[in-house]
């Protein structure tokens, strides 16, 4: 096959395909993504109440809002149409996903962007999620029988593993900008002693969620003010 027509049904066949099917499994995956909210309201009887929706739609809109738009702009040129698809379909784009597309154009000397290089990309990223998920499914089936047999000190001990585990993310904040961790994180401490004295309560829904709209409104600001010579800088 020549190279004329090797781009011929790259362009008029392999890519529409990609994307024929990958708008199937995007639009397709939408619905399935609430059916374990659906269950825990369903068999277990789980109600959340508006105040509690709203506080977790704000504290997730306002630490991924910005990744919804950065992601797409950095990502795509390494993993380009075929690679997006399955990456948002599957996830952990940065953590696993970016860095197996990397090494397998690097492997290969194939440059990013290029069609080869789309090619080789979504190739990589298929293998790693069959990896993936094929290991987190087999963990799943055996969680039970491991935790079955391991000792009372050590279940005791991953009582810590989520504190520990947002500990070390909000360390990693701190030091990646402690001028203005020293203003925003006593102000957080102060917005959750009001709540905890239920000085928000009279906000609807019972005002739970104002300490996370505060902290995020005053994290700007302040963020703004002191970076404020580098963001003029960067304009």
Known sequence: MTTQEQQNVYKNEYLPYIIRVGKI???LSLPLIFIPAVVVILVFGARPNAGGVITGLIGLV???LAWYIVDPVTLYPILHIPGMYMTYLCGNSKEIRAPACTAALSATGVEAGTEKGTIVAGISIAISI????GTMTIVAILGNAILAILPDTVLH????????LFGTMCMQRILLDPKSTLIILPMAVVFKLMTMNGLFKWLPFGGGYAQILLCVIVGVIVARTIHKD???AGK
């Open 130 to 133: 069959f990896i993936s998920v």
């Open 25 to 27: 499994t995007s639009w």
């Open 157 to 164: 001990a991953l009582n810590y593993l989520l504190p520990s």
């Open 230 to 232: 580098k963001i003029s």
């Open 62 to 64: 306002s630490a991924m």
